[in-house]
């Protein structure tokens, strides 16, 4: 039986300097390459292993183990084991467009609208969630991400955000 994702959110930008998500990544789940510039990103294990790029770096993480990515830092990540893995992630400064990302993210993966990679399946969910998740290509990806900052306004100017937003975030 496969394991359904999840997350909860521990702090919010809301109420607090920084936003704390405890999550799982499945086995097999991962980000392509990719840099945010509004927020540093720590990645802590409380579960299992991850393995993370970090500028010209990858890293095995297992439970105990942490990585810090500063802001316009290139990174992914990917669950290269046969078991979940469980992680804390803290944004400095907090930012709840991301938050919301991971929530719409987790949802659209229990509702089988996710690759197993954890990829949305529609155009307009995966676009909405690089919007919010302040993920910047790297690469050849870069080319198409004007186009997708098109769509994803479009798609907000829509109501599909809002929609996204009823259905997945949770309040605190």
Sequence with gaps: MKTQGSIKLIS???????????????????????????????????????EVGKG?????????????????????????????????????????????????LKGLAKDGLASEAGTPRKFSDLVIFIYLSNSKMIGLQKIAEPIFNFFAKVAIKKGHLNKLIQKYCETI
């Design 12 to 50: 919010s930008a809301d109420t607090g300097k920084n936003s704390v998500l405890e999550l799982n990544i499945l086995p097999g789940e991962r980000t392509p390459w990719h840099y945010h510039t509004l927020f540093s990103e720590t990645f802590e294990v409380l579960k299992g292993t991850l």
């Design 56 to 104: 010209k770096n990858i890293h095995y993480l297992k439970q105990g183990d942490m990585a810090t990515i500063m802001p316009n830092e290139k990174h992914y990540y990917h669950n290269i084991a046969k078991e979940e893995c469980i992680i804390k992630v803290t944004l400095s400064p907090g930012n709840k467009n991301f938050e919301n990302s991971l929530f719409i």
